[in-house]
C-alpha cells in the first residue's frame, strides 16, 4: 500500500510538471492530502478525499491509481467489499498494473477468498514472473488446496531467483510443502535455513522439533524443543511435542504429565492421542 502511495506521487510529480494548468490544483490537492492520510492510516477520511478527488475530474489519468488506494483504504477500514469494488473498477481500468492485481488478491485472501486471490496472483506473475511475495503466496494458496504441483513449481522458481528474500521465501515454501507431503527428512533442511536466519521464531523451531520427533532424531527435537521454550513457556503444542519424546525416552509419567499440561493450555485432547500414536 505504500509502495502504490509511492506511485502515485511520482505520477503526480510527473503530470504536474508537463502541464501545471490552475484548474489541476484542487484534484492535486485533494489526492495528495489522501495520500497523507492513508500513510497516517486515517483510512475512512483518506476514503473520503480520494472519492471526492475523482468526483472533481473523473477524467483524470491518475484516477486508475487513485482508485486502487481507495479500495486499499476500505480494506482497512474493514469495508472488504467496497474494497473488492474500488480495486476490481482499478483493475479495469489499469489492466496490466501489477499493483492492482496484487492488492486485489491481499483483499480477496483476507476476505478468505482463496481461489480469486489465486488468480489476481496468477495474472501478476504473468506480467513479472520474478515477483517473491507473490510467488511465494500463489505457492502456499497451491498448497492449502492440494495443488502440490503448482507449489512445487513455485517453490522451485523461487529457489533459482536471486537474493535473501528468494531464498528465504524458496525455504518457506519447501518446509511446508515437504511437511504437507509427510516427507519429514526433506523438511528439515529447509527449516534449519529458517531457523539460521531467526534462531528465535517458535514456529519453525517447533516444526522441526515435530520433523526430528518423526524422523527418530530424539537429541535434536529435546533442543529444538528447549529452545522454542525459552521464548513461549506456556505453547501448548511444545508440551505435546515434549510429551512425544518422553515417549519416545520411554520416560512414560513425564509424557502424561507434558499431554495433560498441554490439554490445560488449550491443545485438543483428541490431537494430542493422535500425535502420541505417531511415536509409538
Not at 5 to 30: R, T
Not at 60 to 89: K, R, Y
Request: glycine content about 6%; some cysteine.
Amino acid at each position: 500500500m505504500l509502495l502504490l502511495a509511492g506511485l502515485f506521487m511520482q505520477a503526480f510529480a510527473s503530470h504536474h510538471n508537463q502541464d501545471s494548468k490552475p484548474e489541476d490544483s484542487a484534484y492535486m490537492a485533494l489526492a495528495g492530502k489522501a495520500d497523507s492520510l492513508m500513510q497516517a492510516a486515517d483510512w475512512a477520511a483518506a476514503a473520503e478525499c480520494y472519492r471526492e478527488a475523482m468526483r472533481s475530474e473523473p477524467g483524470n489519468g491518475l484516477n486508475p491509481l487513485l482508485m486502487c488506494n481507495l479500495g486499499m483504504c476500505l480494506n482497512e477500514a474493514g469495508d472488504a467489499s467496497g474494497a473488492i469494488i474500488a480495486l476490481s473498477d482499478a483493475r479495469r481500468m489499469m489492466p496490466s498494473s501489477i499493483t492492482a492485481a496484487l492488492n486485489r488478491a491481499q483483499v480477496f485472501r483476507s476476505a478468505g477468498m482463496y481461489a480469486e486471490a489465486f488468480a489476481d496472483l496468477s495474472d501478476a506473475l504473468a506480467i513479472d514472473s520474478t515477483l517473491v511475495e507473490a510467488r511465494l503466496i500463489h505457492g502456499m494458496i497451491a498448497l492449502r488446496t492440494d495443488s502440490m504441483e503448482i507449489a512445487r513449481r513455485d517453490f522451485t522458481i523461487l529457489s533459482h531467483l536471486p537474493g535473501e528474500a528468494a531464498h528465504l521465501a524458496a525455504a518457506t515454501g519447501n518446509a511446508m510443502l515437504f511437511m504437507a507431503l509427510g516427507e519429514y527428512t526433506q523438511a528439515i533442511p529447509p527449516l534449519s535455513t529458517l531457523i539460521e536466519k531467526d534462531p528465535a521464531d517458535v514456529d519453525w523451531l517447533s516444526r522441526r522439533a515435530l520433523c526430528r520427533l518423526l524422523t527418530a532424531d530424539p537429541a535434536g527435537a529435546s533442543e529444538d524443543i528447549a529452545d522454542a521454550m525459552r521464548f513461549a513457556p506456556e505453547d501448548g503444542e511444545l508440551f505435546l511435542y515434549r510429551a512425544m519424546l518422553g515417549k519416545l525416552r520411554f520416560r512414560n509419567e513425564e509424557a502424561k504429565y507434558d499431554a495433560r499440561h498441554a490439554i490445560t493450555l488449550g491443545i485438543d485432547p483428541d490431537h494430542v492421542e493422535a500425535m502420541l500414536k505417531l511415536v509409538e
